[in-house]
């Protein structure tokens, strides 16, 4: 149900410095990088912070950087300046492929990376990408200075992170993994702009004709998005083969624990994992030039 938006005090911040500063000094507060999640919350009630910080001009925290070895991604980045790097779709494109699939051209144009990740939704789009890339997340309070954190350990349930009060995420650090396959496949109520019902993203490299690395994460299927690690062990070593990937993908039921919602019911969100997960790891060795089917 939408109220009125509660009253808070505003404080703005222009630079890092500035932002861990006040996050120091207030202990009931949200930060507004995009606001595309935060406002609705505040409508539902879901927070009901006394001080709102508004990040989104830091300016700092915007830039894709291509640092041979590894992309750093800045967290104030847009989703669209992501879709739209000719960087981030020649070394991580599994990551293009899901933020083509969200939202709309002007909520993208809004919406923030670190926003996404740090909002902690368990059907956030931009996490299983990620987890397959590896990605590092650099966090940084006033107290503690920096620390990173891979973004397969970032989030707690739906809603919660490792983030500690006074912390923000600044940088996302994705590896670049060459001669692999990737891909992202989501299903949702309709074709575009909508939640997840189920998204799989995965990664795939092959050697001698056997799986030499298989990374493979869904979002909207347990409390937090998750690796599928049991079809990752029953793949890695095998020869490539349609009848592996099918027999393997029925393993993703040991990594998941939907539940059913209004977008769906657990039993079929279970059902569909394997499906999605299957179709994924052989779109996955497509892009390796290798067709199993």
């Not at 989104?56 to 894709?64: G, H, R």
């Not at 349930?157 to 590896?175: A, F, W």
């Not at 977008?263 to 299957?278: G, Q, T």
Request: with cysteine; hydrophobic share 45%; proline share 4%.
């Amino acid at each position: 149900m939408l109220t009125k938006i509660p009253e808070f005090n505003f404080l703005k911040a222009t630079s890092v410095d500035e932002a861990l500063r006040l996050i120091a000094t207030h202990s009931n507060y949200k930060l507004l990088a995009g606001g595309t999640d935060l406002l609705m919350d505040l409508r539902i009630g879901r927070y009901k912070p006394e001080v709102v910080i508004d990040i989104s001009k830091v300016m700092e925290l915007k830039y894709i950087k291509d640092l041979g070895d590894k992309i750093a991604i800045g967290s104030l980045t847009t989703l669209q300046e992501v879709l739209e790097s000719p960087v981030v779709r020649g070394k991580a494109p599994v990551l293009v492929e899901a933020v083509s699939n969200m939202a709309s051209w002007q909520i993208r144009n809004m919406a923030t990376l670190g926003g996404n990740l740090c909002n902690a939704s368990p059907a956030a789009d931009t996490a299983p990408p990620l987890m397959v890339l590896n990605a590092s997340l650099k966090l940084r309070s006033l107290s503690k200075g920096e620390r990173v954190v891979n973004v397969n350990e970032f989030f707690l349930g739906p809603r919660q992170t490792v983030l500690e009060k006074g912390e923000m995420l600044t940088e996302v650090e994705i590896p670049y993994v060459k001669d692999a396959g990737q891909s992202y496949l989501k299903l949702g109520r309709r074709n575009a702009f909508t939640l997840s019902i189920v998204s799989v993203a995965s990664l795939v490299k092959v050697e001698d004709g056997r799986f030499k690395e298989v990374r493979v994460a869904l979002n909207s299927v347990a409390p937090t998005p998750v690796r599928a690690r049991s079809v990752e062990q029953a793949l890695i070593g095998k020869e490539v083969s349609y009848e592996a990937v099918v027999k393997a993908s029925n393993e993703v039921i040991h990594d998941i624990s939907p539940i059913s919602d209004v977008r769906a019911s657990a039993e079929y969100r279970r059902k569909v994992s394997i499906v999605l997960v299957r179709d994924s790891i052989l779109k996955s060795l497509s892009g390796l030039g290798i067709n199993v089917r």
